[in-house]
């Protein structure tokens, strides 16, 4: 069992910036990915970035790629998401989840076995 926990959303104006964490605990050895997901009010969530654990290749996608950049500490087992030039369409429920064997490479959501509780992001003047 792994248990994620996302921090570090809030309200921000457009063009402002937050940086998520998604810190991982329990068995965390066998996960291969840690992927950022979100979901806008009304819409169908979807995958923003994920990384590799092993090699900390990363994924973005093209609606926020040049602005948002996913890390991780693998000595925190923790992954973040640092999120610049904000716009209102960012705003959403961001979700941390982490992926086993079964991972491919992207966002696929079900290659990813655990999901974290959700962090509110609001980009709003």
């Known amino acids: 069992q792994v248990w994620l926990v996302e921090s570090g959303g809030g309200s921000v104006q457009p063009g402002g910036s937050l940086r998520l964490s998604c810190t991982a605990s329990?068995?965390?050895?066998?996960?291969?990915?840690i992927g950022w997901f979100r979901q806008a009010p009304g819409k169908e969530r979807e995958g923003v970035s994920c990384?590799?654990?092993?090699?900390?290749?990363?994924w973005t996608a093209d609606s926020v790629k040049g602005r948002f950049t996913i890390s991780r500490d693998n000595a925190k087992n923790t992954a973040y998401l640092q999120m610049n030039s904000l716009k209102p369409e960012d705003t959403g429920v961001y979700y941390c989840?982490?992926?086993?064997?079964?991972?491919?490479?992207?966002?696929?959501?079900?290659?990813?076995?655990?999901w974290g509780q959700g962090t509110q992001v609001t980009v709003s003047s």
């Open positions: 989840a982490a992926a086993g064997s079964r991972w491919s490479g992207f966002t696929d959501e079900d290659e990813y076995d655990y």
């Open positions: 329990g068995f965390t050895w066998d996960l291969e990915a």
């Open positions: 990384i590799s654990t092993t090699d900390g290749n990363p």
